[in-house]
């Protein structure tokens, strides 16, 4: 399967490690399973696109991706390696929650300190 969606952290960040070719079909299924998990608590996100060779931009405009991001229960999306193209793209339709990172671990570091962020002082 291109993308693996799953708990880094139970219940409180998500990751989804893309690998190879995507399709718009494959970041369907990914939306689903995060609208999932925002319909159950608040969660923030870390999608590695690291490993993958070619992802469509039309996700962007679908349906399910609004649904996922403007979710009240949606937090912080951390992008790993995104391309240029889909960081001008995502940074338009999110509301000031995402982030880009270079590697991984920055991306994780910035997600688990939001997320004791939040835990201390909700």
Known sequence: MPCEVY?????????????????????KQVMRQGVT????????????????TDVPID??????FSEWIYHPNARWFAYVNASDLLRSLVTVRH??????????EEALDFLRGSAQYKTDHH
Do not use: Y
């Not at 998990?37 to 993958?52: E, G, K, M, R």
């Not at 996700?59 to 399910?64: E, L, N, Q, R, S």
């Not at 509301?95 to 991984?104: A, D, E």
């Open 95 to 104: 509301r000031n929650t995402c982030r880009f990172f270079k590697r991984r």
């Open 37 to 52: 998990a925002v319909a159950q608590q608040p969660t923030h996100f870390l999608i590695d696109l690291t490993q993958a």
């Open 59 to 64: 996700f962007v405009g679908m349906v399910a």
């Open 7 to 27: 708990w880094i952290e139970a219940s409180v960040i998500l990751g989804v490690d893309c690998c190879g070719p995507v399709t718009a079909g494959d970041m």
